[in-house]
């Protein structure tokens, strides 16, 4: 059993991007308190849309800091979906960096598995996972 998760490179700059909504709302708040900010009364929404912003910046954060691919003789694990070898289709590989799709599996249902170009040993993912599923790559 081998479990890859995300570069500890890739969650230390998607950790940053936490920061992100601080720099509008700090800037935000100095206009309402020492600029010449006209829409005072519009303050509150900005506020909460940004707010908003910070705890989906966290949300993503932790998801990415979760995500962890499992690979066994029987089975793959992507996050909480176990798939048996048996029940890919097909598979994909791209060159992707961050989060975008760098293998895609297909199930037998259609039901489509991605892993992120940002995995540790992604060549290594890559190759287990061909030699599993016996089939060419697209």
């Not at 029940?87 to 892993?115: H, M, R």
């Amino acid at each position: 059993m081998e479990k890859f998760n995300l570069t500890s490179g890739y969650q230390f700059s998607a950790g940053l991007s936490v920061l992100r909504p601080i720099i509008p709302l700090a800037g935000l708040l100095y206009l309402i308190n020492f600029g010449n900010f006209k829409l005072k009364e519009s303050a509150p929404v900005f506020i909460v849309v940004i707010i908003l912003w910070f705890v989906y910046e966290l949300y993503q954060v932790f998801k990415r800091r979760n995500f962890e691919v499992e690979l066994t003789e029987e089975t793959i694990r992507v996050n909480n979906e176990v798939i048996s070898w048996s029940e890919i289709q097909s598979f994909e590989f791209k060159i992707a960096i961050g989060t975008l799709p760098a293998i895609t599996l297909t199930c037998i249902d259609n039901n489509k598995i991605y892993i992120p170009g940002a995995l540790e040993n992604l060549a290594y993912v890559k190759n287990y996972i061909q030699s599993h599923v016996n089939l060419k790559q697209k």
